[in-house]
Each structure stands twice: as C-alpha cells, then as structure tokens.
C-alpha cells in the first residue's frame, strides 16, 4: 500500500531523472539522460494505474513531462544536424 510520503517519493524520482535531462550540458550524455527520464516516467504511469486514489495531477504532469522530453530530443537531433554558415 503506497502512503502519503511513498508517492511523494516516487514523484520525486521522474522529477529528478527529469531534471538531470534537462540541465544536462554534455551533449553526449543527453540522449541517455532522456531515455532514463522516459523510463521513470514510464514506471510511474504503470505504478498510478494501479494506485486508488485522484492522481489526475501526477498523471497530467506525467504526460507534459514526456512531451517536454520528446521535444528536448528533437531539438537536441536537430541541433546536430544544422551546419553553421561560414562565410
């Protein structure tokens, strides 16, 4: 049974996982950093399917937090692929 605190817990793993994506400066690793956050993500969806309870809030933050990392690997593959104008 998840309690008050369990959940803030578990809240506080995809949100750090996340974090860790965003803030990450070294462009190699970042491809990583958002696979681990998908991941978590990806757990915890399961984990509140199965919680009773009105977790509209986690779940909706849930799917705005995967939309923000599809876009940061997007706009990280994008980036690699533009070539600077050299004049």
Do not use: C
Request: proline share 2%.
């Amino acid at each position: 049974m998840n309690t008050g605190i369990s959940n803030s817990l578990d809240s506080r793993v995809w949100r750090g996982l996340y974090k860790a994506a965003l803030f990450e400066v070294d462009k190699t690793r970042l491809p990583e950093r958002i696979a681990q956050a998908e991941e978590a993500l990806v757990v915890r969806a399961r984990e509140l399917f199965h919680i009773a309870g009105d977790n509209i809030e986690e779940e909706q933050a849930l799917d705005d937090t995967m939309y923000a990392l599809r876009a940061l690997r997007n706009t990280s593959q994008t980036s690699h692929r533009i070539q600077p104008v050299v004049d």
